[in-house]
């Protein structure tokens, strides 16, 4: 069987019943809907740090995972090495096209950054290999700038130059990096661009900085030939107190205000519940700003004020996403969908890596089937147009064009009786449309 003891998880329909089985029930990677196949819509990829650093701990407890290369080297860069090798045997077998890293996930520090940059490039080398010899394609790399103690203030927002300087020289290489692995995106995660306490901090100064960091990112991009979408994931709150890319909107302001216009959003379902908002809110904000760039697969426990990474299973915010990306056309112009997730720490079996991928993947293949029967049947469409069909014409329609002024709208409201005024508005029937909208998913799924 290979490095891990799992065949190739395949699809098998329905046929076999609702267990899952170490199968995809409603994944099919080569069905077309909608004019695409199913694997080119969503685009797939595995998170490295998640599948195959995270060992499952939490703020309570040490790690539970078993690991197949668990107590197997005793040398840091020889584990690294090996887990290249674990890593595309399950990309492939997972049928997983896709995968994402940060440069700290796939090698050990150094002392300086030149002997961080050796150990990066060793490991670089072995997964150039495997990318060639499996096809499996790089989605995004970043680079964390967030978990070593030298950045607990920040990294292109820090107060000490020196931490700048050494972000950027970082920052560098990971782009170089991303040139050589043919990286479709580029991410930019601020873990800690942000404040703890306002009184010691010079907000527009460091924000300032972060803007600079970027522009020298996307010359430096541009001086290599580096193609790449560059990508900045908002996150509300963890590990400052807030974070400058709190929410879509906010960082929408931050480009607009600093003339990035060579950035799109990558978001992120956990995210977006943090900041008090669905994922579907999110990446509508960001679609109608037109800077949908891509998207991370996970989601969060509403009971749980912090980030969760669960894997997706929740069918209703699936299909939220798929009816967006349909609308849409596609995640973005180069965008997949990442799962940022890990399983629980008690599904710690080799396995149940398998496991969890294959429930987010199936979770979003049947939200792509909803999401496409609805815009089969354009419920959705019909819905709007209908609530909003007073702009069609008249007085709306001259709103719609700014023919109007204030005093327009004074005459024309100034001796309308409020009878009218009432019978102008309609019921949304808000109740029947969410019926609907599960009638959808129970017949779509039933179905399929």
């Known amino acids: 069987m290979g490095l891990w003891d799992i065949d190739k998880i395949e699809y098998v329909g329905r046929e076999q019943g609702p267990q899952e089985g170490l199968a995809f029930h409603y994944y099919d990677a080569e069905k077309v809907v909608a004019g ?38 005793s040398n840091p860069m020889d584990e690294a090495l090996a887990k290249v090798d674990y890593a595309f045997e399950f990309f492939t077998k997972l049928g997983a096209e896709f995968f994402c890293f940060h440069d700290r996930d796939i090698a050990p520090e150094g002392d300086t950054l030149r002997e961080t940059n050796a150990n990066l490039d060793k490991v670089v080398d072995k997964i150039e ?26 990294a292109s927002t820090s107060p000490f130059a020196d931490i700048y300087a050494y972000s950027g020289g970082q920052l560098k290489h990971s782009l170089e990096i991303a040139k050589r692995l043919g990286a479709e995106n580029y991410v930019f995660w601020g873990g800690r661009e942000g404040y703890e306490n306002l009184w010691n901090t010079q907000m527009q100064r460091e924000q300032a900085h972060m803007a600079q960091f970027f522009h020298m990112c996307h010359e430096y991009a541009k001086e290599i030939g580096l193609d790449a979408q ?4 908002p996150k509300a709150k963890e590990p400052t107190m807030h974070q400058y890319d709190f929410d879509a909107a906010t960082a929408i302001a931050f480009l607009k205000t600093y003339d990035i216009d060579f950035m799109k959003l990558n978001l992120e379902g956990n995210h977006a519940n943090l900041a008090g908002h669905t994922y579907q809110h999110e990446i509508r904000t960001a679609r109608e700003a037109g800077v949908l760039g891509s998207l991370d697969a996970n989601q969060g426990d509403k009971l749980i004020g912090w980030d969760m990474d669960e894997f997706p299973t929740d069918l209703y915010e699936t299909t939220t996403v798929m009816w967006e990306v349909l609308d849409e056309g596609s995640i973005g112009p180069k965008g997949g969908l990442n799962f940022d997730a890990k399983p629980r720490r008690t599904s710690f079996y080799a396995e149940d890596l398998f496991r969890s991928h294959i429930a987010g993947m199936d979770t979003f293949a049947a939200g792509l089937l ?25 007085i709306g329609k001259d709103i719609d064009e700014g023919k109007v002024t204030l005093a327009d709208l004074e005459a024309y409201s100034l001796d309308k009786p409020q009878s009218e005024l009432i019978a102008a508005t309609k019921s949304d029937h808000l109740e029947s449309v969410k019926a609907t909208i599960n009638n959808y998913m129970l017949e779509t799924l039933a179905n399929a």
């Open 36 to 73: 695409k196949k199913m694997k080119d819509w969503m685009r797939f990829g595995v998170a490295w740090w998640h599948t195959f650093d995270q060992e499952l701990v939490d703020p309570f407890g040490t790690g539970t995972s078993h690991r197949p290369w668990y107590g197997k080297y």
């Open 370 to 394: 909803i999401a496409d029967k609805m815009h089969q049947d354009k419920f959705i469409q019909n819905l709007q147009a209908e609530r909003y069909s007073s702009y069609d014409s008249g």
């Open 230 to 233: 560059f990508l900045i994931e």
């Open 129 to 154: 290999e495997n990318m060639k010899s499996t096809g499996v394609k790089l989605l995004w790399n970043t680079s964390s700038l967030f978990t070593n103690p030298r950045f607990v203030s920040g």
